[in-house]
Nanobody, 125 residues
Framework: QVQLLESGGGLVQPGGSLRLSCAAS????????IGWFRQAPGKEREFVAA????????YYADSILGRFTVSRDNAKNAAYLQMNNLNTDDTAIYYC??????????????????WGQGTQVTVSS
């Protein structure tokens, strides 16, 4: 089992950057894929990015492609989401999740078993 804790959210102006962190407890972190999801007010939770356990494969939603980068450091039991050129549509609560999804489910919430509590990202001038 693994517990996840996100940090790094906050208020940023359009065009700005933030780096989200996902700290994990538990020895199995390195065996899990990590996904990042977000939920904006009044909207359903949506996939943002994912990285496989060995960092060989990374997946991105079309809406953030080229602006966000997902990474991980298994030695530190941590994953990261670097977010650049933020815009108001990126305002949401961001969640990290851990699990063993298949290729078919790596971009879906159902592919993950463990979730953090979320961190708020607000993009506003």
């Amino acid at each position: 089992q693994v517990q996840l804790l996100e940090s790094g959210g906050g208020l940023v102006q359009p065009g700005g950057s933030l780096r989200l962190s996902c700290a994990a407890s538990g020895r199995a972190f390195s065996t899990y894929s990590i996904g990042w999801f977000r939920q904006a007010p009044g909207k359903e939770r949506e996939f943002v990015a994912a990285i496989t356990s060995n960092s060989y494969d990374r997946y991105y939603a079309d809406s953030i492609l080229g602006r966000f980068t997902v990474s991980r450091d298994n030695a530190k039991n941590a994953a990261y989401l670097q977010m650049n050129n933020l815009n108001t549509d990126d305002t949401a609560i961001y969640y990290c999740a851990a699990g063993d999804p298949t290729i078919a489910t790596i971009e879906a919430s159902m592919g993950y078993d463990y979730w953090g509590q979320g961190t708020q990202v607000t993009v506003s001038s």
